[in-house]
């Protein structure tokens, strides 16, 4: 029932900038952590960037000073605003929210999105 989406991925040239959104349907309730990951090709999914409401925010040490997470004024948004890019960063990324409301606990993903960066 609960889906997420992520957009705004595409193909940039390093040093280019991107901001990613992710929008959530069919929640009952506001998602408390929401967070964004990402996994290249032959490699594991990575933690990015997190935001907990209200504003507390986590970073990976690879994007710490070049991205920047934050909560969308719709309910259950996230954008993550990725500036400075490099051919690193090129991954398909994932938004997740995850949490628990009592003794649900629920984990939810997006499609993903793509983001090449050219050298």
């Known amino acids: 029932q609960v889906q997420l989406e992520e957009s705004g991925g595409g193909l940039v040239t390093a040093g280019g900038s991107l901001r990613l959104s992710c929008v959530t349907s069919?929640?009952?309730?506001?998602?408390?952590?929401m967070s964004w990951f990402r996994q290249a090709p032959g490699k594991e999914r990575e933690f990015v960037a997190r935001?907990?409401?209200?504003?507390?925010?986590d970073y990976s040490d690879s994007v710490k000073g070049r991205f920047t997470v934050s909560r969308g004024n719709a309910k259950n948004t996230v954008h993550l605003q990725m500036s400075s890019l490099k051919p690193e960063d090129t991954a398909v990324y994932y938004c997740?929210?995850?949490?628990?409301?009592?003794?649900?606990?629920?984990?939810?993903w997006g499609q993903g999105t793509q983001v090449t960066v050219s050298a």
């Open positions: 069919g929640s009952r309730f506001v998602f408390n952590d």
């Open positions: 935001s907990t409401w209200p504003s507390t925010t």
């Open positions: 997740n929210a995850r949490g628990m409301i009592g003794s649900y606990e629920y984990d939810y």
